[in-house]
């Protein structure tokens, strides 16, 4: 069974950092492309980084450019997203997303970011 299973998530000031991971199991991870999504108050779900299998190409959402970075492990079938920098716009759940090589989809429940003062 596949389990796409976020953390790091937490509270923290505007300017400070937080590293999410993203551990997935029941899939080839090398074979799956990974991507972050969030969804803040009110908002739609938006694409926030997405890395390729080998992680060699990796893309990012306009307001997250220079601030965020995604990487991922295969050795440990894990995906990171570094958070530097952040804003209270910054504030909602950030889901992991996998995709394999045939196009199943499998998501995470979530993890919370909260940037406040």
């Known amino acids: 069974q596949v389990q796409v299973v976020e953390s790091g998530g937490g509270v923290v000031q505007p300017g400070g950092s937080l590293r999410l991971s993203c551990a997935v199991s029941?899939?080839?991870?090398?074979?799956?492309?990974m991507s972050w999504y969030r969804q803040g108050p009110g908002k739609e779900r938006e694409l926030v980084a997405t890395i390729t299998r080998a992680g060699g190409i990796t893309n990012y959402e306009d307001s997250v450019k220079g601030r965020f970075t995604i990487s991922r492990d295969n050795a440990k079938n894990t995906v990171y997203l570094q958070m530097n920098s952040l804003k209270p716009e910054d504030t909602a759940m950030y889901y992991c997303?996998?995709?394999?090589?045939?196009?199943?989809?499998?998501w995470g429940q979530g993890t919370q970011v909260t940037v406040s003062s």
């Open positions: 029941g899939i080839t991870f090398s074979s799956t492309a």
């Open positions: 997303k996998a995709r394999t090589y045939v196009g199943y989809i499998y």
